[in-house]
């Protein structure tokens, strides 16, 4: 545990190590016990696990010491996840003229922001104002919301000047898609304010975000004979900026929609915007970092992945053969991550989207066949053949009423592929805490282990 951070990231209850970077739907830090133990009684030491699946890379951050974890994630922001809690060695730490320099790149974006978009910075700054003689109203807040600009808004919004609504324009955007890296970076500031974030914290996140490819694209390359290195850097900074917005997320734990102002959550909406975020994402690095120095592993580099879970197989198919396990932990409900987790993605992209629907979401994103009622039989017997003729065992965890109802119906598709006797069912009791929703839900977690 660790005491520097506002959020326990560590705990060791469960003899496995967790390390949260953003809540995650389907993350299995509730059932860690569960299934690492089945793939430790699987495994011996310096052993191969493939982590077909890795989303936040629960497992591999738990085994990671014990294993060679070879891992994959069809979203990008998985792997830089997975590169931070696998392979990242806080030595040299994020500090000194390393952080000096990034605080500098992040007042020049952050200048430029101020004056590009001041005509909202400033209205929001009264109205988030904490000064005793100002109380503002959840009609002002809600209006002030609702009628703010951002590309791609279908309709005008009343109030603005012109020459403010053009700084949302396509055209702009158009601009800073063609020209990788135009300065400012603004997509936050013209995507998401008063969403997800208020105007201030888009500016912030987008000063950060330039920060952070400012240092590893320019100052870190002349600095590596101090150690530093960019890559990794570069997924550390960007796994603490994930954090950032996940606890700033006004939402329970996604990003699928943003709470609308009204009376009841006026208060809590205006007390997340007020989060300043520059000292949060500090306090992030300072901890990932300490708590990542706790957690060193033999076996790196780790390999990590970002493709669909098929090309991956074929691409790393020497790894698959050798391999003593191939876990896979896929979605099992209908909703797509590529939607829920679509902000978190954007900001690792930083490539300025097409968006649609009241959520904002990025218009490319990715339909995963397990996902679907008519294609998941489908896309599970791709596993199941390739971890067969590979002579590998296979581990997958399933949660009871998903796309695949319940024990019975995995099973009969487990059988198109493998002898009854080669399949091993486990099963624990669970409650999902189903983000955004109080109340909680019973279920049971399986696991099914298909021996080669
Ligand atoms: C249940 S989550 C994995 C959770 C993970 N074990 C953890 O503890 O954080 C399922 C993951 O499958 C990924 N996914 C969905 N379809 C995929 C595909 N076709 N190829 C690769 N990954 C895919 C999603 O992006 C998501 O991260």
């Given at each position: 545990?660790?005491?520097?951070?506002?959020?326990?990231?560590?705990?060791d209850?469960?003899?496995?190590?967790?390390?949260?970077?953003?809540?995650?739907?389907?993350?299995?830090?509730?059932?860690?016990?569960?299934?690492?133990?089945?793939?430790?009684r699987?495994?011996?030491?310096?052993?191969?696990?493939v982590?077909?699946?890795?989303?936040?890379?629960?497992?591999?951050?738990?085994?990671?010491?014990?294993?060679?974890?070879?891992?994959?994630?069809?979203?990008?922001?998985?792997?830089?996840?997975?590169?931070?809690?696998l392979?990242?060695?806080?030595?040299?730490?994020?500090?000194?003229?390393?952080?000096?320099?990034?605080?500098?790149?992040?007042t020049?974006?952050?200048?430029?922001?101020e004056?590009?978009?001041?005509?909202?910075?400033?209205?929001?700054?009264?109205?988030?104002?904490?000064?005793?003689?100002?109380?503002?109203?959840?009609?002002?807040?809600?209006?002030?919301c609702?009628?703010?600009p951002?590309?791609?808004?279908?309709?005008?919004?009343?109030?603005?000047?012109?020459d403010?609504?053009?700084?949302?324009?396509r055209?702009?955007?158009?601009a800073?898609?063609?020209?990788?890296?135009?300065?400012?970076?603004?997509?936050?500031?013209?995507y998401?304010?008063?969403?997800?974030?208020g105007?201030?914290?888009?500016?912030?996140?987008d000063?950060?975000?330039?920060?952070?490819?400012?240092?590893?694209?320019?100052?870190?390359?002349?600095h590596?004979?101090?150690?530093?290195r960019s890559?990794?850097?570069?997924?550390?900074?960007?796994?603490?900026?994930?954090g950032?917005?996940?606890?700033?997320?006004?939402?329970?734990?996604h990003?699928?929609?943003?709470?609308?102002?009204?009376?009841?959550?006026?208060?809590?909406?205006?007390?997340?915007?007020?989060?300043p975020?520059?000292?949060?994402?500090?306090?992030?690095?300072?901890?990932?970092?300490?708590?990542?120095?706790?957690?060193?592993s033999?076996?790196?580099?780790?390999?990590?992945k970002?493709?669909?879970?098929e090309?991956?197989m074929?691409?790393?198919?020497e790894?698959?053969r050798k391999?003593?396990?191939?876990?896979?932990?896929?979605?099992?409900?209908q909703?797509?991550?590529?939607?829920?987790?679509?902000?978190?993605?954007?900001l690792?992209?930083?490539?300025?989207?097409?968006?649609?629907?009241?959520?904002?979401?990025?218009?490319?994103r990715?339909?995963?066949p397990?996902a679907?009622?008519?294609?998941?039989?489908?896309?599970?017997?791709?596993?199941?053949?390739?971890a067969?003729?590979?002579?590998?065992?296979?581990?997958i965890?399933?949660?009871?009423?998903?796309?695949?109802?319940?024990?019975?119906?995995?099973?009969?598709?487990?059988?198109?592929?493998?002898?009854?006797?080669?399949?091993?069912?486990?099963?624990?009791?669970s409650?999902?805490?189903?983000?955004?929703?109080?109340?909680?839900?019973?279920?049971?977690?399986?696991?099914?282990?298909?021996?080669?």
């Amino acid at each position: 545990m660790n005491n520097n951070t506002n959020q326990q990231e560590i705990s060791d209850g469960s003899s496995y190590p967790t390390l949260v970077v953003t809540k995650y739907m389907g993350s299995k830090k509730a059932i860690l016990p569960f299934i690492a133990a089945e793939l430790e009684r699987l495994t011996d030491p310096g052993d191969i696990i493939v982590d077909l699946m890795a989303g936040t890379h629960t497992i591999g951050f738990a085994l990671k010491s014990r294993c060679r974890i070879v891992a994959n994630d069809i979203q990008r922001y998985s792997m830089v996840i997975g590169q931070t809690l696998l392979n990242y060695k806080p030595d040299p730490r994020f500090d000194g003229e390393a952080l000096n320099h990034f605080k500098r790149y992040y007042t020049v974006n952050m200048r430029h922001l101020e004056e590009l978009f001041g005509p909202g910075l400033s209205v929001e700054r009264s109205l988030l104002s904490t000064k005793s003689n100002r109380h503002t109203t959840w009609t002002e807040y809600r209006d002030f919301c609702e009628s703010y600009p951002y590309f791609m808004r279908p309709e005008r919004p009343p109030g603005w000047d012109e020459d403010y609504l053009i700084t949302f324009s396509r055209q702009r955007v158009e601009a800073y898609r063609t020209l990788n890296k135009l300065e400012p970076y603004n997509l936050f500031s013209l995507y998401y304010p008063n969403s997800y974030l208020g105007v201030r914290q888009c500016a912030e996140i987008d000063s950060l975000r330039y920060a952070t490819d400012k240092l590893c694209d320019e100052w870190i390359p002349d600095h590596e004979n101090e150690g530093y290195r960019s890559f990794e850097l570069r997924c550390l900074l960007l796994s603490a900026l994930i954090g950032v917005l996940s606890r700033a997320n006004p939402g329970p734990g996604h990003w699928a929609a943003f709470p609308r102002v009204n009376q009841k959550n006026c208060n809590y909406l205006i007390t997340q915007r007020r989060i300043p975020l520059l000292e949060l994402f500090l306090r992030k690095v300072r901890s990932f970092e300490e708590n990542l120095a706790e957690q060193d592993s033999r076996f790196t580099p780790h390999i990590t992945k970002n493709e669909d879970y098929e090309v991956f197989m074929e691409e790393v198919h020497e790894y698959i053969r050798k391999a003593r396990v191939i876990y896979l932990d896929p979605p099992y409900s209908q909703g797509h991550y590529s939607r829920f987790y679509h902000l978190i993605e954007t900001l690792v992209r930083y490539d300025y989207p097409e968006i649609s629907h009241a959520g904002r979401y990025r218009t490319d994103r990715h339909q995963s066949p397990f996902a679907h009622k008519e294609k998941v039989a489908g896309a599970l017997g791709i596993v199941c053949k390739t971890a067969r003729a590979a002579g590998t065992t296979l581990v997958i965890s399933y949660s009871r009423g998903g796309i695949i109802p319940d024990q019975k119906a995995f099973v009969k598709i487990l059988r198109g592929f493998y002898p009854r006797k080669k399949i091993e069912v486990k099963r624990i009791s669970s409650e999902h805490s189903k983000l955004g929703q109080a109340r909680r839900m019973k279920t049971e977690e399986y696991i099914f282990t298909c021996l080669p």
